[in-house]
């Protein structure tokens, strides 16, 4: 599994915040792709999942079947040695524990991706309820 630098960690966390094209931009042409794959496949974009399978990023795709609740895909990846990556994957759910472990082995920019990613899904279901409980409102 490749390492990342601080500000590739920034860009896709402005990636994940903004829908920023300048990040997207900036990961391609710096050679991260994969990172704006694994956000757009985490997105639902079924291609990007594909190229992560296809070019070599098993351990990223892994995180984004294990996001969206496959949990075969996190005993893979603890399996295989990327316990990082599981404890990210927890960490975006909220896990307490998962966080702590990112913090006592120095994954700092892990750390930030699953604060930006669990924000970004309680906007969305937040979103989703106001809808729900606006739905037939003549008002909203």
């Given at each position: 599994?490749?390492?990342?630098?601080?500000?590739?960690?920034?860009?896709?966390?402005?990636?994940?915040?903004?829908?920023?094209?300048?990040s997207r931009n900036w990961l391609m042409n710096n050679g991260y792709r994969e990172?704006?794959?694994f956000w757009d496949a985490i997105d639902g974009v079924e291609k990007s999942f594909s190229w992560l399978m296809e070019n070599g990023h098993r351990p990223l795709a892994a995180a984004v079947d294990a996001i969206s609740g496959n949990d075969k895909a996190k005993v893979w990846l603890l399996q295989s040695g990327y316990r990082q990556i599981a404890a990210f994957v927890d960490a975006c759910s909220g896990s307490a524990s998962a966080v702590n472990w990112l913090v006592q082995n120095r994954e700092p920019g892990w750390i930030m991706v699953a604060k930006e990613i669990s924000q970004k899904e309680k906007k969305k279901e937040k979103n989703f309820f106001a809808r729900l409980f606006n739905f037939g409102n003549p008002f909203s």
């Open positions: 599994m490749r390492t990342y630098d601080k500000e590739t960690f920034a860009r896709l966390c402005k990636l994940i915040q903004q829908e920023d094209e300048e990172l704006a794959e």
